[in-house]
């Protein structure tokens, strides 16, 4: 069972208002998979937690679990918020391997703290 994310598309959990992003898991048995922006440059392909401004709460979590992870060509993994509350966290727990070409994994916190960032590989 593997899982693919290309052209710009996305899992997201986000709010607008008042509590936590929700979170994000991916349990593959094979890989994971993160390529590519949309046709128009507008949004990498990636899972996202958000909490969107003016909302207050917390980033939700990231998981991903899988044989192998691949962020290629402007892909994203990010837990953030612009409202009052902590990122989120992201975790990365690959058997095999993790590639990062042209990517990005971060946490981000407009006025409180950023979220972990944890990468396992090869267990």
Do not use: C
Request: aromatic share 2%; glycine share 18%.
């Amino acid at each position: 069972m593997s899982l693919a994310l290309t052209n710009g598309a996305q899992l997201s959990a986000s709010t607008f208002g008042q509590g936590n992003a929700g979170n994000v898991r991916i349990n593959a048995r094979d890989r994971v998979t993160l390529d590519g922006i949309s046709s128009d440059g507008s949004s990498p392909s990636g899972a996202f937690s958000r909490v969107e401004s003016p909302g207050v709460g917390k980033g939700g979590t990231i998981d991903i679990i899988a044989g192998s992870v691949a962020l290629t060509n402007g892909a994203q993994l990010n837990a953030s918020t612009d409202g009052g509350g902590n990122a989120g966290n992201v975790t990365i727990n690959a058997r095999d391997t993790l590639e990062l070409n042209n990517s990005s994994i971060s946490t981000n916190a407009v006025s409180v703290g950023g979220g972990d960032i944890t990468i396992t590989t090869g267990v």
